[in-house]
């Protein structure tokens, strides 16, 4: 990329790819100057606009500034592209480093006994890969959560490190914990150096105690080496039959810029966060008009006025499976209702970013959430999922329209979604990765559910309340790894006399209890009227 400078007035010309520091305003609508990137440049009447990313920040904050917010002073050039060189006279082949070369050497070596077939290059030994980020990286079967890495944390991951003593392999008859709702003070002793633990398997019994005053309790299981993400090889690349996760290394600048400035919807008018593949005549309008109710795409107001005389939906297709109040849920199968998924995909674009829209929507189920009033169910958000998971997930999207977010919407949601797994009777989890409001919707989800199972239980004859991991999955139709890192997440689960026990400190019950007086949406189970269908025993969908 050319760098050009004008030498009749000494000022430096900004391309794309140049990062100098921009001012914006931030919650506190004070003045800041983060770094940004430039992605692009367009000519405006009288001046230029330069399309801005936040280095630190995420991509639904990028936007187009005028020079006077940029920072000239702390300008910095991208750096030139160099050209792979050749080697041996092979086009695209890269030269190795020396420790490649000391590495193939040895390979050969090792292997001269039996001589490769000519032209084909010798494997090398596999290398241990770095630690990844559950951000980017989506594992065909994760068997536990783990950590991410510290340059994510800004995404508020959803697993926090959990040790491979809570593999589900572990023996099923050990005790592993009870719960103490009583009240009682007990004191926790940290662990004998050198001193082994034993597995904790998801069938043992945990045993919790109330603390009077809030402290960290010393015997909190540590997380260890086996607690980070790593593994013995490349991470796996995205599921690309069915999966709606987005292969990140595809990016290209347009991509990454918004093409939507203003989305009208209903009585709503939406700013885009993300790009989204609408067709490029409709990119450039100020204004992209949709049919709330069939999500059709239009170029302007008098183009929707007429299709809405025409258009006869005032809900989204298929079945309505649930009602309660103005809250109603509509099934809607990809393969039936083709038109209205794709559309629905294509407006979810615009505000999910880790996931890629695929056209064939025959392998997924739609549940869209609507809100009703006297013209109609207007659309809320939505859920999608695959008619047949081999890796237990019940969500594949999940999308709150801006509009109604911060309103409890999210956790009903994902508390519907559980719903039907427990019909289904299965547990699920979401598809990894989640977007940055995912991560923390779920989050919050987990630790209120298994808060309020713990709480509620019962003492018999006196003695501690017990109940065991498997158990919890169970009622709550979470997976046992969501179980397991949120127990982890909320610093509940201690060693204490060769077994583990879960401390519930006043921190904690005070906290979950402010929390669940302000969670006024919930799901009436006897609302719903689903019926699971086997997808696995019908020849086409």
Partial sequence: MALTTKMADA???????????????????????????????????????????????????DEWVT???????????????????????????????PDRDVRKSLDLNVQSASAPSRG??????????????????????????????????????????????FSTKSREDEQLTSITTNGTTRR???????????????????????????????????????????????????????????????DDIVTRMKNIDCIELGRHRLKPWYFSPYPQELTSLPILYLCEFCLKFLKSLKCLQRHLTKCNLRHPPGNEIYRKGTISYF?????????????????????????????????FLFYVMTEYDSKGFHIVGYFSKEKESTEDYNVACILTLPPYQRRGYGKLLIEFSYELSKVEGKTG???????????????????????????DLKSDNGERPQITINE????????????????????????????????????????HERAMQKRNLRIDPKCLHFTPKDWSKRGKW
């Fill in 429 to 455: 989890t979401p598809e990894k990765p989640l977007s940055d409001l995912g991560l923390l919707s779920y989050r919050s989800y987990w630790s209120q559910t298994i808060l309020e199972i713990l709480m």
């Fill in 11 to 61: 000022s430096v010309e900004i391309v794309e790819g140049c990062r100098l520091p921009v001012l914006r305003k931030n919650q506190e609508n004070e003045d800041e100057w983060p770094l940004a990137e430039i992605l692009s440049v367009r000519d405006a009447p009288g001046r230029k606009l330069y399309y801005v990313h936040y280095v630190d920040f995420n991509k639904r904050l």
């Fill in 120 to 165: 084909k290059t010798l494997p090398t030994p596999k290398r241990k890969a770095e630690s990844v980020s559950l951000a980017s990286q989506v594992s065909a079967a994760m068997s536990v959560p783990s950590l991410p890495s510290s340059a994510e944390a800004s995404q508020a991951s959803v697993y926090p490190a959990v040790r491979e003593a």
């Fill in 67 to 97: 020079p006077d917010r940029l920072d000239i002073k702390k300008l910095q050039f991208p750096k030139k592209e160099a050209k792979t060189p050749t080697k041996n006279g092979l086009p695209g082949s890269r030269p190795s480093s």
């Fill in 188 to 250: 926790i002793l940290p662990s004998q150096p050198g001193r082994k633990r034993k597995n904790c398997g998801t069938d043992e019994m945990i045993k919790v105690f109330q603390y009077n005053s809030p402290r960290n309790a010393s015997g909190c299981l540590p997380p260890g080496e086996d607690s980070q993400d790593s593994s013995d090889g490349i991470p796996s690349a995205p599921r690309m039959t069915g999966s709606l996760v987005s292969d990140r290394s595809h």
């Fill in 331 to 363: 099934e809607i199968d990809g393969r039936k209702n083709k038109t209205y998924s794709q559309n629905l995909c294509l407006l979810a674009k615009c505000f999910l970013d880790h996931k890629t829209l695929y056209y064939d929507t025959d392998p």
């Fill in 472 to 511: 919890i999955s169970e009622i709550t139709s979470v997976k046992k790894e969501d179980v397991i890192s949120t127990l982890q997440y909320l610093n509940l689960i201690n060693y204490y006399k060769g077994q583990y026990i879960l401390t519930l400190s006043e921190d904690i019950v005070e906290g």
